[in-house]
Structure formats: structure tokens, C-alpha cells
């Protein structure tokens, strides 16, 4: 079916199931999906469609951009970047005096000050400072979530894997992506408890997940942000 509303035109599926209420899906390649009960309107199937509209927009697109893969990023002024789960604008400086390069956030843009205006200068500057937000992000995500286990980590890393979002190993020394500092904090929280409950268990049985979803009831949804969003995590 087609729908037009704010001028804006999105094609939709519906289909009818034994349930109590409407949901609206969006898969993979961006296509829709309305599940309704069986016997619904179409006029309340609408009514929820324009109700979520901005919402469909946003995932739809979010999705087709996923298939296309990530684009190059250019290293110049108001290209966007992940930082705790939203895309931040860059500004960057020119400074020859500075001791070092680095990063300002200021909870809009991320102000880059480099002595070079060079690509390659301003890509380690950023990723420096992912680096350092994530060690101190992790650090204090562990300190709050101690409190649930009776061993404390040894060491705590942080890594450029290009598979890995955190391991713990047998010496209890935990490590993980410095890519995480683009992520939501609840999803940093995740991975840190997941990597905090190989303290415990060392594999993924049963008593693994238990203990990660009494710390983190909703670690489902934080695993699918990942799932969702790990091809954006870039610079």
C-alpha cells in the first residue's frame, strides 16, 4: 500500500495477526511493516502510521544507508561524527603553538585543534580523543556496577579491534574498543557488565546470561543498537 502525509510518500505492508495491539516494523532494506490485529481499519492503521511518521522516516533511511555501507568521511568543517550515540559536526583549528593535537566537545561540536591541517593529523586527533573518552567512560562505568560482583578486574585496556567490542580473559584483565565512545552510554554499560560477567563465567552458558540480564535487563536492546549501528562507528 502507498501513504502520503507532510508531503512525504512511503510504501507499507500490512498484515493481519492474532494480537491485541498494532506494531510497525521496519526491516533491514528499509522496507515497512504494519502487524495488526485481525479486523483493524485502515483508517487506525493510518492514524498510526502518520502518529510514527518521523519515526518510519528516520529508521527507513537509517537502513537504507546501512546497505550502502559507511561513506568516506571528509576532513573539514560540519562533517558529523558518533559520539555517545549522536552525530556531532566538526570544527576544526589551526594552531601551531599547541603541545599536541586534540579534541574539545562542548555538547554540540567537536572543535579539532591540530598544528597541520592535514587529514591524517586531524584523524588521529579524533581518534585520540575516542581513545581517552572511552578509557575514562569504561572506568567509570565499572566502578558503578562493582558493586554487583565480589572480583574486580585486574587490568582495564582499550584496543583497536576490528572484532571484538570487549574481552575479559583468564586473568581477569578486561579490554575494549576504543569505538565504543561513539556508542549510547547504555550500550557502554552493556558491554562493560558483559565483560564484568566473565569474571564469573568464562563462557556464554546459561548462568552467563542470567547474571547479564539481572544487571542489565534490557542488554537485548543494547546488542541490537550494535547490531544496528556498528557500520557507522567510524572515522
Known amino acids: 500500500m502507498i501513504h502520503t502525509y507532510s508531503s512525504e510518500t512511503i510504501r507499507f505492508e500490512i498484515k493481519y495477526k492474532k494480537r491485541t495491539s498494532m506494531g510497525i516494523y521496519v526491516d533491514i ?29 528516520e529508521k527507513s533511511k537509517e537502513m537504507k544507508d546501512r546497505m550502502l555501507g559507511p561513506k568516506e568521511k571528509v576532513y573539514d568543517h560540519d562533517e558529523s561524527f558518533l559520539y555517545l550515540g549522536h552525530t556531532y559536526p566538526i570544527q576544526i583549528s589551526q594552531d601551531i603553538n599547541i603541545k599536541q593535537d586534540h579534541v574539545v566537545f562542548d555538547g554540540n561540536k567537536l572543535y579539532i585543534y591540530v598544528k597541520q591541517l592535514e587529514d591524517e593529523k586531524i584523524k588521529q586527533a579524533l581518534k585520540r580523543f575516542y581513545y581517552q573518552q572511552c578509557k575514562k567512560l569504561v572506568e567509570k562505568s565499572i566502578q558503578s556496577f562493582q558493586s554487583n560482583f565480589k572480583t574486580k578486574p585486574r587490568s582495564i585496556r582499550i584496543s583497536d579491534s576490528k572484532s571484538t567490542w570487549g574481552t575479559c580473559d583468564s586473568k581477569l584483565q578486561l579490554t575494549f574498543n576504543w569505538r565504543l565512545s561513539m556508542a549510547p552510554l547504555e550500550v557502554i554499560d552493556y558491554v562493560v557488565v558483559h565483560e564484568m560477567c566473565h569474571m564469573v563465567h568464562l563462557n556464554h552458558d546459561r548462568s552467563f546470561w542470567r547474571l547479564v540480564g539481572k544487571i542489565i535487563p534490557d542488554y537485548k536492546e543494547q546488542e541490537n543498537w550494535l547490531a544496528l549501528s556498528s557500520w557507522k562507528m567510524t572515522i
Request: aromatic share 10%; glycine share 10%; no cysteine.
Open 29 to 57: 532494506y528499509g522496507n515497512v511493516e504494519v502487524q495488526a490485529p485481525k479486523g483493524t481499519p485502515d483508517e487506525s492503521v493510518l492514524q498510526l502510521l502518520e502518529g510514527k511518521w518521523d519515526w518510519i522516516q
